[in-house]
């Protein structure tokens, strides 16, 4: 590389892997309507019991197809795609939701634990 120029931006193999997972999960053929189901490959068992809902992992996932996208700007079209497929999904009951189920009801906490009436 001559003198004074910078390297190519590049994800890391670690984020091409995450990059390949995202592309997969927000390709796959599911349902977040009402009567659907996300995928298994959206977490819903994460972080219980107050983050254990796909929804979570969608919004999630769309800030790191952000910040991949900040650091090669030249795959925007994979970027969009990804993008388009999360956003099909958020305007979904699953995605909207407060009733949508949850893996842990039982496990939520009573009210006024996490913050005082």
């Known amino acids: 590389m001559p003198s004074g120029s910078s390297p190519s931006p590049a994800l890391s193999d670690c984020a091409c892997g995450w990059l390949r997972f995202l592309h997969r999960k927000a390709n796959v053929d599911d349902s977040w309507d009402r009567g659907g189901q996300p995928s298994e490959l959206w977490d819903a068992r994460s972080n219980p019991p107050m983050l254990s809902f796909p929804r979570f992992d969608l919004l999630d996932s769309s800030y790191a197809v952000a910040m991949m996208a900040d650091v090669t700007p030249a ?35 009573a009210p006024g634990l996490l913050a005082p009436r």
């Open 75 to 109: 795959w925007r079209e994979v970027y969009a795609d990804i993008l388009d497929r999360l956003v099909e999904r958020h305007t979904t009951w699953w995605a909207a939701s407060s009733s949508s189920p949850s893996p842990s009801t039982d496990a939520l906490p």
